[in-house]
């Protein structure tokens, strides 16, 4: 690999943050300027993803574009950068989610100097997470993405934003605080001098020489549960509604279309291979669960009036179908979850940055106020009609292919078919579709219909639709949707080797119990009649 190749995934990770520190010695007088250098900087950062991803081989199913550089060598630490058909994918989507949410940050206008600088740093660890292999700078890139998270909601944010930023605070700092003690339990596990925090060096050992099935059985439910509060997973979900309903426009687009994507990404990155006899035997928890996301979610978001909260419960329904292909544990269902992630990614991102556009005109997000804005808003009201028909999984963007790929790979899996008649039916499938599909149509379909068809009331017949600059990052946006949507094998093909990788690792890191003892041979009747102490008896002479 050359030295160039080396340099993109270091340079993606490091320019957010060079221009965070050329803002910063801006005066925080010339806005214009802070502007249109985060833009740069955000762009510069999407052309980097975009040539990440065109240079990577999705034919070879390992880790490209590596550079290890050891850092605290007795503790295993390394700066350890690569790529897979996952990281790359997400990494795209960083790019292009990142980029269109400096564009509609325009909303800003107190401290924006301040609120710059924050959304390059959370762009910056956003991409470091995807890029590292050391367990240390995932999970420190991640820490390095939420804390801005915070400042953002609470600061620039509306309505109840003080209480939403505690929340999310507690909730996911708690989140986090338990899966760094299964991260940590991973590493006190290894032998003495196997400790390592690489997460390449790690998976190896464990195929090796895999964990103890007691070991797993204790250790997964610590990272299943502490990542699964980031994912907003049945019932630690409650954070993200408020959260999403009091951000800022760009806050809500990268937290909810790239950072939520953290605990599967782990998941699927850390805990599978290293742990899966302990997800084997915690499938059936999380299959409820995901599949309370499914329909709860989908319930609980046809009750609300904020369009932001809406949007926030349909978000916390789509993942379960995301923690559904990772359940399948097979290589069409890992697929078809991360491919969904980046639909969710794009298309949950389109529909907050539309909300944005709505609520700096109107001024309310809360839906019965609204009605008629395609007559008013053309552009506007057609981009959501578009995102609304991405959501709930229409053929033609890119959710479609995702969620049509999970719901296959969770097909196939035995264990959850039920007899009837002479067919064979899953019932998580079954579940999933109708809390997917109906539930999902219901509540995104009347909510377009009541806040762009209708009747227009008289307070916004002075609206104005988006103009052309203001177009862009929507079109941005759109286009990814669409481009995947109706070619998802440009994806697809780049995503299924590193499935395949995680699923083979699976089969060999499971744990290999001790042979039970072989039964002891029953004795002859010499051997009974020779009892310790006493001689054999002899025979009688005839």
Request: proline share 6%; aromatic share 12%; hydrophobic share 55%.
């Amino acid at each position: 690999m050359s030295l160039e190749s080396y340099s993109l995934l270091n340079c993606a990770i490091l320019t957010p943050l060079v221009f965070a520190v050329v803002v910063c010695c801006l005066p925080a007088a010339s806005a214009a300027a802070i502007r249109w250098l985060s833009i740069l900087g955000s762009l510069l950062t999407g052309v980097l993803s975009v040539m990440i991803y065109t240079r990577f081989n999705p034919q070879n199913a390992g880790f490209q574009m590596e550079r290890d550089v050891p850092w605290v060598a007795p503790l295993g630490l390394s700066w350890h950068v690569g790529v897979d058909g996952i990281s790359v994918v997400m990494i795209l989507l960083t790019g292009l989610v990142g980029f269109a949410a400096t564009l509609v940050a325009w909303d800003v206008t107190k401290r924006q100097k301040e609120f710059y600088v924050l959304l390059m740093i959370l762009i910056s660890g956003a991409i470091g997470m995807f890029a590292s292999l050391d367990i240390f700078f995932i999970y420190f890139f991640h820490e390095l993405a939420l804390i801005p998270t915070f400042l953002m909601i609470g600061i620039w944010g509306s309505g109840q934003r003080e209480y939403a930023a505690m929340k999310m605070t507690l909730y996911l700092s708690a989140g986090a605080l338990v899966a760094l003690f299964g991260l940590i339990a991973l590493y006190v596990g290894l032998p003495v001098g196997e400790r390592t925090f690489d997460v390449v060096k790690l998976v190896a050992f464990a195929k090796g020489q895999p964990f103890s099935a007691s070991f797993q059985h204790l250790v997964y439910p610590l990272l299943l549960f502490g990542l699964g509060a980031l994912v907003s997973l049945v019932p630690l979900h409650t954070w993200a509604p408020i959260g999403y309903g009091s951000a800022p426009t760009a806050t809500a687009m990268l937290h909810a279309g790239v950072l939520k994507k953290f605990g599967l990404y782990a998941l699927l990155r850390i805990v599978l291979p290293a742990l899966p006899s302990g997800a084997e035997d915690w499938n059936w928890l999380l299959l409820a669960l995901l599949l309370g996301n499914i329909v709860y979610g989908g319930l609980v978001a046809m009750r609300q009036k904020n369009f932001n909260f809406l949007l926030g419960y349909s978000s916390v329904a789509h993942m379960g179908f995301a923690f559904l292909g990772i359940a399948t544990f097979n290589d069409l269902g890992i697929t078809g979850a991360v491919l969904f992630m980046f639909a969710h990614g794009l298309s949950t991102a389109l529909a907050f940055a539309l909300s944005g556009f709505f609520f700096a005109q109107t001024g309310t997000r809360e839906i019965p106020e609204l009605g008629g804005l395609c007559k008013r808003m053309p552009f506007i009201g057609t981009a959501i009609v578009m995102a609304a028909f991405a959501s709930v999984g229409l053929p033609g963007f890119a959710n479609f292919p995702g969620e049509v790929m999970v719901l296959f790979g969770a097909w196939q899996v035995k264990g959850w078919g039920i007899k009837a008649g002479a067919a064979t039916l899953s019932w998580p499938v079954i579940v999933a579709i109708w809390g997917g599909a109906v539930l999902g149509a219901v509540y995104m379909l009347r909510a377009v219909r009541d806040v762009c068809f209708g009747v227009l009331p008289a307070k916004w017949q002075k609206l104005g639709d988006a103009n052309l600059p203001a177009k862009f990052p929507y079109l941005v946006l759109l286009g990814a949707l669409i481009w995947v949507g109706v070619y998802p094998r440009e994806l697809t093909e780049t995503i299924k080797p590193a499935a395949i990788a995680v699923v083979e690792a699976m089969e060999k890191t499971k744990a290999r119990e001790p042979l039970p003892p072989k039964p002891k041979p029953k004795p002859t009747p010499a051997k009974r009649a020779a009892k310790p102490g006493k001689t054999p008896a002899r025979p009688v002479a005839k």
